[in-house]
């Protein structure tokens, strides 16, 4: 099995509607477009990542929405060391479709208050459910790592509360170790890094907000 040697996990640059609120109401979620400042931010870590990657191949995965593929296109890679594919379960937290803003507002306060990994947004989704459709998608990885020529390199261009659970789903964190994490920032990324014992680790940890509170004894 040719696993990689790292997987970036990368959160879309400043979006229309982490600007703007408002803007849910006017045009679907998908469809929001970066900003300036999020073009510029996509650009930064662009560079940062071709450093990273040098002439390595890429094995490219995308959500399916437009501010993480403008963010794609920002990185400016090399389009002759990159595989890339249009991956939907990478997708956001699905929160119902043309967004009343109050609405949201007072469901983001009972999900505060119900938890982040159990509350279902009204039809939407919870957190457990994107953490089913990330597990998914982690079971296709897997299959991909088979190929003797895979890429030593995988880039997952997603959302917030995507990387976390996707990273709660791999290193096996408690629901409890996800509730007490911050999203990453704009553009921000986390890198699991392949080390001599074959195992991963994260190269840095994500914002914790408070300590986590575990019902029992896990790990």
Known sequence: MARPRRIVLVRHGESEGNADDTVYEREP?????????????????????????????VSVYVSPYR???????????????????EEPRLREQDW??????DDVKLQKAYRDAYGHFFYRFA??????????????????LYRSFEAP?????????????????FCMRWFHWSVADFESLSNPGNAETRTL???????????RPFQRWRAPEPYGITG
């Open 29 to 57: 979620d998908h469809a929001l477009r970066l900003t300036e400042a999020g073009l510029r931010q996509a650009e930064a870590t662009g560079k940062r990542l071709r450093a990273m990657f040098g002439n390595e191949r």
């Open 67 to 85: 501010r993480t593929h403008e963010t794609f296109r920002a990185f400016g890679l090399d389009p002759d060391q990159v595989r890339i594919r």
């Open 96 to 101: 119902g479709n043309w967004q009343d803003r």
């Open 123 to 140: 039809q939407g989704e919870s957190g457990a459910d994107v953490y089913d459709r990330v597990g998914a998608f982690l079971e296709s």
């Open 149 to 165: 020529d895979h890429p030593p390199n995988v880039l997952l261009v997603t959302h917030g509360l995507t990387m976390r659970l």
């Open 193 to 203: 890094l392949l080390g001599a014992d074959g195992r991963y680790s994260l190269d």
